[in-house]
């Protein structure tokens, strides 16, 4: 069977193949009364029947059959094992349900947004697409701390507690490389686990759990847009924002777990939020109108028992403005991406000549005038040596 090279499904891939392991061990353990590791529980007994339920309706999402995360208090002795996957069914069904949309930014696109400035732009004033939705980078962001590329985000908001909540989750590149457990395999498996044959049972599991990627860091941050949030700005520290809205939770009676000060954002998690509010408000401006879509097929026929991708018919909205950017343009603009400095780029040393603009938001007014007056000036003069002067001046050298 082929597996489909799209982030989203390779995910679900991962996940269903860890639930089915987990299952298949467990009950082995329990028959043989051996030392149980693992409860069979929500996930662990419901995994098979998530990708026909979300392909068909979201509607009363159980969360507590699919997600992990969601039965902790009620299972304290059982460790997290699903880690970064644990919330992924719930992510995954909001956006299925909600948009089945990927924006495809192509390089240029990932380049000019990055270098966008977004200083100034609350929170309040980001309005996003759909309630979920997916967005494909051809230039990945570069985590140096996990050494690791992420070229997938899956972006969602939901209510809990009558607060909106924007989680933002980031796919690894690693995850297209994964190989999911054959179908053949998986019914071998269960007739070992039938004729209680464990040993080859037990052997084939450890040879599947190998495979899946060790560690899979697939981070995942929420934002809660409280009051005090949505007047901030976008390009305040989310992780102090997320700090002080706990403190005052608590300081309310309203006990919440204060998380891990170094988990909240880390850099990329910065860069990648980012993004996503610069795609925001670009499909408000006027270029959105290049955006051009198509559906995502199967490549190939589809084989009889084939499992059917979460990614058919989903739409995929390709985004550029179909100019190629000079070597030098993108180096200044891939700072957050490849470079990692966080709050833009850096622009060269050089002589800005003076202009006449028109005042904001008369450009393509016919019978404005040019009223405003941008002075000659050194452009960044100071990050020059000493002696030296910035590209595009003249100086004169006088005789001795």
Not at 122 to 141: G, M, R
Not at 243 to 248: G, I, S
Request: net charge positive; aromatic share 10%; charged share 25%.
């Amino acid at each position: 069977m082929p597996h489909i090279i799209v982030s989203l499904e390779q995910t679900l891939r991962i996940w269903e193949d860890y639930c089915f392991i987990i299952n298949l061990l467990a009950r082995t353990q329990i028959r043989e009364k051996t030392k149980t590791d693992y409860h069979l529980y929500g996930p662990f007994l419901h995994f098979a029947e998530f990708r026909n339920y979300i392909l068909k309706s979201y509607a009363d999402f159980n969360m507590e059959e699919f997600s992990q995360k969601f039965l902790e208090d009620r299972f304290t002795g059982q460790p997290l094992i699903l880690h970064d996957l644990a919330e992924l069914p719930f992510e995954l069904a909001l956006w299925s349900y909600s948009s089945r949309r990927a924006y495809h930014l192509k390089s240029d696109m990932c380049y000019l947004l990055n270098a966008t400035s977004i200083k100034n732009v609350q929170w309040k004033q980001v309005k996003l697409p759909f309630d979920a939705f997916a967005i494909i980078l051809d230039e990945p962001i570069i985590s140096t701390s996990f050494n690791e590329e992420y070229d997938c985000l899956l972006v969602s908001s939901h209510n809990a507690s009558g607060l909106t909540i924007i989680s933002l989750r980031l796919i690894s590149t690693k995850v297209k490389t994964y190989l999911p457990i054959p179908t053949e395999e998986k019914k071998l498996m269960q007739r070992f686990f039938k004729g209680k044959k464990s040993l080859p049972l037990l052997a084939r599991l450890k040879k599947y759990y190998e495979a899946i990627p060790e560690p899979l860091i697939l981070p995942h941050f929420e934002l809660p847009l409280s009051a005090e949030i949505l007047e901030a700005k976008v390009m305040d520290s989310i992780t102090d924002l997320v700090l002080n809205y706990v403190q005052r939770q608590n300081q309310l009676g309203r006990k919440i777990h204060i998380p891990d000060k170094a988990c909240i954002m880390p850099e990329e998690g910065n860069t990648a939020a980012r993004l996503v509010v610069g795609l925001c408000l670009f499909l408000t401006t006027k270029h959105n109108k290049n955006i051009k879509s198509y559906t995502y097929q199967e490549p190939g026929s589809k084989q009889p028992g084939q499992i059917r991708s979460i990614s058919q018919e989903a739409e995929i909205f390709k985004v550029t403005l179909g100019q190629a950017l000079t070597l030098k343009e993108q180096e200044s603009c891939s700072s957050g991406l490849k470079q990692r400095r966080e709050g833009g780029y850096t622009i060269d040393p050089h002589w800005r000549q003076g202009v006449y603009r028109f005042p904001p938001y008369k450009a393509n007014d016919p019978e404005a005038e040019k009223t405003v007056w941008v002075r000659p000036s050194y452009v960044n003069a100071y990050l020059m040596p000493e002696g030296h002067l910035p590209n595009g001046t003249k100086v004169q050298i006088k005789n001795s």
